[in-house]
């Protein structure tokens, strides 16, 4: 059902998460939560794209696998070498020896490079065994349990707290790490409507909200955002009627 824009601007942060869901599912369209790579693609990936553009972490996974063949190829690769594959990440010669031992763990725990075990584990198993990894935090984590294994986890970026945290859904000093859990605690256990949440705030981080001169008369959460109010005062009738109702340019990925 619908959410009405809230009317007030002190509303608890559980209205405000919830009300930009519902606003964001109508601004940018109900995704299906479908994976869009393999498991351990999404893995690797994510582990490649910490502070790197995601054409920088596609060439760095595509030169890795060129190189070395195939997981077993990348494991047990010379690690220079490794490092020089994926050279196009922001930190190469930290990330080979992580991804190596990451590949080593998940061989040890299955008998073969699959994370297909994972659908059966409980999520709280499953995100402290993926979290114990080097290089693997909450974001990604949670991330791969979601996309790829339907576990209600809700990964918090860059661009999902700063909206978070801008709109009033979280408090100015929730770290990101911390706000995977107080998000979660706000919305409803679903792995569809986590998927949702988290593309949407992820887009509108990218597309409206940036991190220096966002685009707030642009933004549809303007009624009831901390950041718009103290901004531009309270959003009257004019701004409201100028929103933009549906996203009309590119969704990246």
Not at 65 to 70: I, K
Not at 110 to 118: C, E, M, N, R, S
Not at 184 to 192: G, T
């Amino acid at each position: 059902m619908p959410i009405a824009p809230l009317a007030t601007y002190d509303s608890p942060s559980a209205a405000k998460a919830l009300a930009d869901h519902a606003i964001l599912n109508e601004f940018y369209g109900l995704l299906p939560r479908e994976p869009r790579r393999t498991p351990m693609r999404e893995l690797i990936s994510t582990v490649l794209s910490h502070r790197t553009t995601h054409d920088d972490e596609e060439l760095a996974y595509d030169r890795m696998l060129e190189a070395f063949g195939d997981w077993a190829g990348v494991e047990a690769a010379p690690t220079t070498a490794l490092a020089h594959a994926i050279r196009t990440t922001r930190w190469p010669d930290t990330q080979a020896p992580r991804i190596q031992e990451i590949l080593r763990r998940i061989k040890a725990e299955a008998g073969d490079y699959t994370l297909d075990f994972l659908a059966d584990w409980p999520t709280n198993k499953a995100l402290a065994w993926l979290t114990d990894m080097p290089g693997i935090g909450l974001k990604t984590a949670s991330l791969v349990l979601l996309f790829n294994f339907r576990k209600p986890l809700l990964p918090v970026d860059t661009h999902v707290h700063r909206v978070a945290q801008r709109v009033g859904m979280i408090g100015p000093k929730v770290s990101a790490d911390k706000a995977h859990t107080v998000l979660l605690a706000l919305l409803p256990a679903d792995a569809e409507a986590l998927f949702n949440f988290h593309k949407h705030n992820y887009w509108l981080g990218q597309h409206i909200c940036f991190f220096t001169k966002p685009n707030c008369p642009a933004c549809p959460l303007k009624s009831f955002c901390n950041y718009y109010l103290e901004h531009y005062g309270p959003a009257d009738a004019a701004a409201l009627a100028a929103t933009p109702k549906k996203w009309e340019g590119k969704k990246q990925h």
